[in-house]
């Protein structure tokens, strides 16, 4: 990974990408810096994501509520100050918000698995 210097980030600035899900919208708000990307997501009320996810990341609960569902049939809850990091590859997950939610999410070459 290249150095990254100093960098303010008003978010209000960065464009935001719509992705609809099987049911409900995500938001996407992203910055790329080499194989890292910094993401601020809105999930809509009644957001349930439309694919299995096998993307590494680091997620962290800024607003309301979320589950992340694991292919295995488990689920965990996150709220405000909550959150989760998996590796790529690892473990398939996908999002569902009942009321929405907003997250920061992380991800990058540095969460591949060895």
């Known amino acids: 990974m290249s150095t ?7 978010w209000s600035s960065i464009p935001k990408t719509e992705h609809t899900g099987t049911t409900g919208t995500a938001w996407w708000q992203t910055l790329q ?3 890292l ?5 809105t999930y809509s009320a009644g957001y349930l994501a439309d694919h299995w996810c096998e993307r590494g990341h680091i997620v962290h609960c800024l607003e309301g509520a979320f589950e992340t569902e694991l292919s295995d049939g488990r689920r ?4 405000p100050g909550m959150s989760y990091v998996v590796s790529d590859g690892a473990s398939a997950h996908r999002s569902v918000s009942e009321h929405g ?5 992380v991800d990058g070459g540095f969460l ?3």
């Open 101 to 105: 939610v907003q997250l920061l999410i």
């Open 33 to 35: 810096f080499g194989d």
């Open 112 to 114: 591949q698995s060895s």
């Open 76 to 79: 965990f809850r996150l709220e």
């Open 4 to 10: 990254i210097p100093f960098r303010h980030i008003d």
């Open 37 to 41: 990307r910094i993401r601020l997501v």
